[in-house]
T-cell receptor, first 115, second 118 residues
Framework: SAVISQKPSRDICQRGTSLTIQCQVDSQVTMMFWYRQQPGQSLTLIATANQGSEATYESGFVIDKFPISRPNLTFSTLTVSNMSPEDSSIYLC????????????FGPGTRLTVT | GENVEQHPSTLSVQEGDSAVIKCTYS??????FPWYKQELGKRPQLIIDIRSNVGEKKDQRIAVTLNKTAKHFSLHITETQPEDSAVYFC?????????????????FGTGTLLAVQP
């Protein structure tokens, strides 16, 4: 499987500021996704990062709050904008490799705390 | 949309016993069902998966069964060891065509905290 890295691994931010999380894969992948995992909870899909076009957002998530970029097949960023304490969570990048593959793998996550 | 329920939320077993975690899904069009193991502070790891054209799949001490008619699937861990202790998540994949999206997406269950007592 692909090696997935995320930066930063953790951060503490003040409310009202923004943080950009980077996801880098060591090989080209067809699909990249961003998930949120709140403490003790399951994984919730934020959006699908589409290469060269706007991301596809899930219900409850909007582009103004979570702008996403995917400039190529190995890299994506998620920005958490105008943060509030409710945004404190782990944000995970996930990738699916081959076009015919269903298998999906996760990055190590970014632990965000908003004070 | 797809909804995945997972039971139990916590499970405690003695080392060497078997553990079974069950999930049900709502969308009959779902066609792929992975299981992830997440240790504390780590990323979810794919441990086994099954596609809708298969009824059972086994990999050493873990197995997954699928009942499409009843829309439920289960994870079975035999001869449990303390290192099996973790949170386990099931998921179901909703085909893109079914919901008008560009790609299949995974919907996760709520998780099961498995504790294996030595």
């Amino acid at each position: 499987s692909a090696v997935i890295s995320q930066k930063p691994s953790r951060d503490i931010c003040q409310r009202g500021t923004s943080l950009t999380i980077q996801c880098q894969v060591d090989s080209q992948v067809t699909m990249m996704f961003w998930y949120r995992q709140q403490p003790g909870q399951s994984l919730t899909l934020i959006a699908t990062a589409n290469q060269g076009s706007e991301a596809t957002y899930e219900s409850g998530f909007v582009i103004d709050k979570f702008p996403i970029s995917r400039p190529n097949l190995t890299f994506s960023t998620l920005t958490v904008s105008n943060m509030s304490p409710e945004d404190s969570s782990i944000y995970l990048c996930s990738v699916r490799g081959l076009a015919a593959s269903y298998e999906q793998y996760f990055g190590p996550g970014t632990r965000l705390t908003v004070t | 949309g797809e909804n995945v329920e997972q039971h139990p939320s916590t499970l405690s077993v003695q080392e060497g016993d078997s553990a079974v975690i069950k999930c049900t899904y709502s969308d009959s069009a779902s066609n792929y069902f992975p299981w992830y193991k997440q240790e504390l502070g780590k990323r979810p790891q794919l441990i086994i998966d099954i596609r809708s054209n298969v009824g059972e799949k086994k990999d050493q001490r873990i197995a997954v069964t699928l009942n499409k008619t009843a829309k439920h699937f289960s994870l079975h861990i035999t001869e449990t060891q303390p290192e099996d202790s973790a949170v386990y998540f099931c998921a179901a994949s909703t085909p893109a065509l079914h919901y008008g999206g560009a790609t299949n997406k995974l919907i996760f269950g709520t998780g099961t905290l498995l504790a294996v007592q030595p």
